[in-house]
């Protein structure tokens, strides 16, 4: 069984402070893993993907097998960051396609 | 496109009554999901559809829920009879393949509030 863990459910820091949500994953074989972002009023949206090893509105994240983490970075925190943060894992079905798993979501917020 | 299209916005009844939640994914796509957002476990994944039929149930709560996929552009979820505790957000999200790398596009949910 797949299993995603968000340790925080809040993350408070200051605007040009570093940040780093956690995320900690179970998974048999081998991941896939996401972070979405809810931010306020709008849908919920795929941030970045480990896959693609990309750097998404400062934000990156390196999968660690070997911590079996996934955690999100940005060096410099910036007001319009605040928002909910979800790490996912994907894998496949038996019976066709691939089920994504979320953690219960980190709210982050960005102060002045 | 105008993306994963859900209704109702918002939905409030009364606990006993029966609830309908719909869905219509982006066109061509043929991966349907509904999840459900609350603030204690986060989202949930309730069911799983690929090309129309069900793959993963396992979230279901309870027998109370059900959902439907009777054709490629359109899924119900129904709660019969609802209760309280089914209060949350209900999303609805579709991708276009069976990749495990596929990215999910969500729609704007639907709030639930039983009484």
């Known amino acids: 069984a797949q299993r995603v863990t968000q340790p925080e459910k809040l993350l408070s820091v200051f605007k040009g402070a570093p940040v780093e949500l956690k995320c900690n994953y179970s998974?048999?074989?081998?991941?896939?893993l996401f972070w979405y972002v809810q931010y306020s009023r709008q849908r919920l949206q795929l941030l970045l993907r480990h896959i693609s090893r990309e750097s998404i509105k400062g934000f990156t994240a390196d999968l660690n097998k070997g911590e079996t983490s996934f955690h999100l970075k940005k060096p410099f925190a910036q007001e319009e960051d605040s928002a909910m943060y979800y790490c996912?894992?994907?894998?496949?079905?038996?019976?066709?396609?691939?089920?994504?798993?979320f953690g219960t979501g980190t709210q982050l917020k960005v102060e002045l | 496109d105008a993306g994963v299209i859900q209704s109702p916005r918002h939905e409030v009844t009364e606990m006993g009554q029966e609830v309908t939640l719909r869905c219509k994914p982006i066109s061509g796509h043929n991966s349907l999901f509904w999840y459900r957002q609350t603030m204690m476990r986060g989202l949930e994944l309730l069911i799983y559809f690929n090309n129309n039929v069900p793959i993963d149930d396992s979230g279901m709560p309870e027998d109370r829920f059900s959902a439907k996929m009777p054709n490629a552009s359109f899924s119900t979820l129904k709660i019969q009879p609802s209760e309280p505790r089914d209060s949350a957000v209900y999303f609805c999200a579709s991708s276009s393949g069976t990749l495990t790398n596929e990215k999910l596009f969500f729609g704007s949910g639907t709030q639930l509030s039983v009484l």
């Open positions: 998974y048999s074989g081998s991941p896939e």
């Open positions: 996912a894992l994907s894998a496949q079905l038996t019976g066709g396609g691939n089920k994504l798993t």
